[in-house]
């Protein structure tokens, strides 16, 4: 009896259970409080109010209390599994802890211990207990994961991940986190089938929540507990090969994920800490993006062939512009698919490397090795090149030797953050190329955007009065031809959206253009000329694709201004 807690020893002195009831159901218990139900035949709730009688301790009531309160810090699996009682909140100094057996003074002098902090107990319903700690480290519980997800998502096909469900030598930390691996899976599964390009991990005080960019809109997709923040974010960051330890920086990695035989997906990996743990951002990069050919893009048919022509020269740069998520990559790389034939040798100079693409010397910036875009560009010149791609001209130093090289003999292609093509000319000046360099050596300029597709189930007939389609920006000539469509929304699509089409402004340097680079023209003068010579802007491409019915009119006003 001397090895029995000072709760179980009273329910024996008091008479209400026997040292043989004990002894014959001792294995079948999980705590203290559980044993004596079962030999005394009393309810956890009534055990719990005679220790509140006994033993002069609070009675708390566990069915109201929200688990998600509890401080991340305070959670200690291995002492709260073993001595079955659950930190609820601190206060100063003080740690209030619920255990069904308030005479577990081993328990309370292990937490004391742990956090440093003196511990105040209240009862509670042992019922009550067990389920709030299942509850605590179920991880399946809140991330709606059924048997048949369980089975399906078990076993992805990660590249190098010696943490994966079946590669865990510590058995009981393997049942801990397999839910919390399949959930993972299954979001990075379900972001690859709804399309989405980036996946946001979330955490907030009293929340945490995942967002998928969806055609260029975030829309929330789930709300885990916030409990399970720091192991979501860990697995995450194994799986991404980056240090699980370090929670003070920002880290970047790299997921391969094998879907089928012939199929995998990359994930480019960015975690950040914030205010209630890290948050972590995933960009989906599918190489069959860059397979899906120039007539997928939506190039009008002059547009097309205007990038053809400017791939067919043996020389001269190609500059496609627009904002981070504009599609600039995508059309950057399909035109080097296009080149990338035996004959020619191409390199490219990108941050990250994003696609990788057979055939082509793809080189990694490295800022700290000191390979800069400057330093790879110099690198590539001695390498016998044809085509070389710049992944974004950055500065002065970069923009001289890509000039350099489209003036001796190179195709350069290159990307660079302005809004539109007049822009991009005077960005360059403003970085100080001369405007002879500028004249001589840029062939075409892209700017571009991405507007989402109307579904073609559910979009339904529009129509506005000739006066509001006129202030929209349409001519008289078109009106006769106009077939507007606004989005509805089913079961096939997102809020009346699937896809996105590109809506492009391309602009030839011809000799006018030129004259007038050299002659200190501003992006406002050039505009002007481009629009004289018949170079759509993006506003006008955009309201044909609304007039054709590719897209919303509103759509159109969302990524064009005018």
């Known amino acids: 009896m001397e090895h029995h807690s000072p709760l179980l020893r009273k329910f024996i002195t008091l008479g209400r259970v026997t040292p043989e009831q004990i002894k014959k159901k001792q294995s079948e218990a999980q705590s203290t409080a559980e044993l004596i139900c079962m030999c005394s035949g009393i309810s956890s709730a009534e055990l719990a109010e005679q220790c509140l009688d006994l033993f002069r301790v609070p009675l708390f009531d566990l069915n109201e209390f929200d688990i998600n309160q509890i401080p991340e810090k305070l959670i200690n699996d291995k002492l709260i599994r073993k001595h079955h009682v659950l930190p609820l909140h601190k206060k100063g100094r003080k740690l209030y802890i619920a255990a069904s057996d308030p005479t577990d003074y081993g328990a309370f002098e292990n937490f004391e211990f742990s956090t440093g902090l003196q511990c105040d107990v209240v009862v509670v319903d042992h019922k009550q207990l067990e389920k709030k700690i299942e509850q605590l480290f179920d991880s399946s519980q809140g991330l709606s994961l059924s048997e048949e997800e369980f089975k399906e998502f078990a076993n992805l096909d990660i590249e190098d991940d010696q943490k994966s469900l079946q590669n865990t030598d510590d058995k009981e930390k393997d049942k801990d986190d397999a839910p919390i691996i399949v959930y993972i899976n299954k979001i990075l599964m379900d972001a690859i089938k709804k399309g989405a390009s980036d996946l946001h991990f979330e955490p907030y005080e009293h929340k945490y929540r995942v967002r998928f960019r969806i055609d260029g809109i975030l829309h929330e997709m789930a709300?885990?507990?916030?409990?399970?923040?720091?192991?979501?974010?860990?697995?995450?960051?194994?799986?991404?090969?980056?240090?699980?330890?370090?929670?003070?920086?920002?880290?970047?990695?790299?997921?391969?994920?094998?879907?089928?035989?012939?199929?995998?997906?990359?994930?480019?990996?960015?975690?950040?800490?914030?205010?209630?743990?890290?948050?972590?951002?995933?960009?989906?990069?599918?190489?069959?993006?860059?397979?899906?050919?120039?007539?997928?893009?939506?190039?009008?048919?002059?547009?097309?062939?205007?990038?053809?022509?400017?791939?067919?020269?043996?020389?001269?740069?190609?500059?496609?512009?627009?904002?981070?998520?504009?599609?600039?990559?995508?059309?950057?790389?399909?035109?080097?698919?296009?080149?990338?034939?035996?004959?020619?040798?191409?390199?490219?100079?990108?941050?990250?490397?994003?696609?990788?693409?057979?055939?082509?010397?793809?080189?990694?910036?490295?800022?700290?090795?000191?390979?800069?875009?400057?330093?790879?560009?110099?690198?590539?010149?001695?390498?016998?090149?044809?085509?070389?791609?710049?992944?974004?001209?950055?500065?002065?130093?970069?923009?001289?030797?890509?000039?350099?090289?489209?003036?001796?003999?190179?195709?350069?292609?290159?990307?660079?953050?302005?809004?539109?093509?007049?822009?991009?000319?005077?960005?360059?000046?403003?970085?100080?190329?001369?405007?002879?360099?500028?004249?001589?050596?840029?062939?075409?300029?892209?700017?571009?955007?991405?507007?989402?597709?109307?579904?073609?189930?559910?979009?339904?007939?529009?129509?506005?009065?000739?006066?509001?389609?006129?202030?929209?920006?349409?001519?008289?000539?078109?009106?006769?031809?106009?077939?507007?469509?606004?989005?509805?929304?089913?079961?096939?699509?997102?809020?009346?959206?699937?896809?996105?089409?590109?809506?492009?402004?391309?602009?030839?340097?011809?000799p006018e253009i030129s004259q007038l680079i050299m002659s200190g023209g501003n992006s406002m003068e050039i505009a002007k000329i481009a629009n004289k010579l018949g170079f759509a802007n993006l506003r006008t491409s955009g309201l044909k694709k609304a007039a054709s019915g590719v897209t919303s009119l509103s759509e159109i006003n969302r990524v064009t201004s005018y």
């Open 223 to 510: 709300s885990p507990p916030t409990t399970l923040s720091t192991r979501i974010a860990a697995r995450i960051k194994v799986m991404s090969r980056l240090d699980i330890s370090e929670k003070r920086k920002p880290q970047d990695g790299r997921i391969k994920l094998k879907i089928s035989e012939r199929k995998s997906i990359d994930f480019r990996v960015s975690t950040m800490p914030t205010m209630w743990g890290e948050k972590i951002v995933m960009r989906i990069l599918d190489s069959s993006s860059a397979m899906m050919g120039i007539d997928a893009l939506g190039y009008e048919s002059e547009q097309k062939q205007m990038y053809l022509d400017a791939l067919a020269q043996p020389q001269g740069m190609i500059l496609v512009t627009g904002p981070t998520g504009s599609g600039k990559t995508v059309s950057l790389y399909t035109g080097l698919n296009i080149l990338n034939k035996p004959e020619r040798n191409i390199s490219t100079a990108e941050d990250p490397v994003e696609i990788n693409l057979e055939g082509i010397n793809q080189v990694q910036i490295n800022p700290k090795a000191d390979m800069t875009f400057a330093n790879a560009l110099k690198a590539f010149l001695r390498q016998d090149p044809d085509v070389i791609m710049v992944g974004e001209v950055r500065d002065l130093e970069t923009a001289e030797i890509a000039i350099k090289a489209a003036q001796t003999g190179h195709l350069v292609l290159s990307t660079l953050h302005t809004n539109s093509a007049a822009e991009t000319l005077t960005r360059l000046l403003n970085m100080g190329v001369p405007a002879y360099n500028v004249a001589s050596s840029v062939n075409l300029i892209i700017a571009q955007r991405l507007a989402r597709r109307l579904c073609k189930h559910c979009k339904e007939p529009e129509t506005l009065p000739q006066e509001e389609l006129l202030n929209q920006g349409f001519t008289q000539e078109q009106l006769s031809e106009i077939s507007l469509f606004t989005p509805k929304g089913c079961e096939h699509c997102t809020d009346g959206y699937k896809g996105r089409v590109g809506i492009y402004e391309m602009v030839k340097i011809t």
